[in-house]
């Protein structure tokens, strides 16, 4: 079964500072690899994806993610954090091949920005 | 840009009474899902749902719970008989196959009395 570990649960940063949120998975393979963001009383928004190709993806809000296969993890990293960055992210697998693309999430990384 | 959206955002309820979460999810998407998020824990799968019948459920998903379609855009997540630990915000999701990306309402908070 594929599981997530996000070995931060809460990260404090000052604003302009850089960022790295951990993610390992377990899985057999290459699993399909997210990163979501949650705003208070907000829903998942989508920071990014993995599927295959290039081990480094960009997404929205100037995050990016590398894939690591040797050590199954998927970290991610924002070289400048805003204070509108403060939120709770959360990585994500997803099993190839199976049809109905069940996520499996880990326990959520919450960010505070210090000004 | 389309949203998916779920009513009602705070659902209060008496333990032992059905409650029915609803949204409407992006109009091409062929696969949908049910999430739930205890407070302070993980985003846990609870069931998905294409082609007008469950594809997978989880072990959360028991008897109590069911899920439709009815008119083809409104998905539904009933739960018969709430139980104190039903309280959570529930997601749902939707995607355009099994394996692209989903994308998630804004939940429901359920509190169970």
């Known amino acids: 079964a594929q599981s997530v570990t996000q070995p931060d649960i809460h990260i404090t940063v000052s604003e302009g500072a850089s960022l790295e949120l951990r993610c390992n998975y377990s899985?057999?393979?290459?699993?399909?690899l997210f990163w979501y963001v949650q705003s208070p009383g907000q829903g998942l928004q989508l920071l990014l994806k993995?599927?295959?190709?290039?081990?480094l993806v960009q997404g929205i809000k100037g995050f990016e993610a590398e894939f690591k296969r040797s050590q199954s993890s998927f970290n991610l990293r924002k070289p400048s954090v805003h204070w509108s960055d403060a939120a709770e992210y959360f990585c994500?697998?997803?099993?190839?091949?199976?049809?109905?693309?069940?996520?499996?999430f880990g326990q959520g990384t919450i960010l505070t920005v210090h000004p | 840009e389309p949203e998916v959206t779920q009513t009602p955002s705070h659902q209060v309820t008496q333990m032992g009474q059905e409650v029915i979460l609803r949204c409407v999810p992006i109009?091409?998407?062929?696969?949908f899902y049910w999430y739930r998020q205890i407070l302070g824990q993980k985003v846990e799968f609870l069931v998905s749902?294409?082609?007008?019948?469950?594809?997978?459920k989880s072990e959360i998903f028991d008897d109590q719970f069911s899920v439709e379609r009815p008119d083809g855009s409104n998905f539904t997540l009933k739960i018969r008989s709430t139980k104190l630990e039903d309280s959570a915000m529930y997601f749902c999701?939707?995607?355009?196959?099994?394996?692209?990306?989903?994308?998630f309402g804004p939940g429901t908070r359920l509190t169970v009395l």
């Open positions: 994500a697998v997803g099993a190839p091949g199976t049809s109905y693309g069940k996520l499996t």
């Open positions: 899985y057999g393979a290459t699993p399909y």
């Open positions: 993995y599927f295959s190709g290039d081990t």
């Open positions: 109009s091409n998407h062929l696969y």
């Open positions: 749902f294409y082609n007008n019948e469950i594809s997978e």
């Open positions: 999701a939707g995607g355009g196959s099994g394996t692209d990306t989903q994308y």
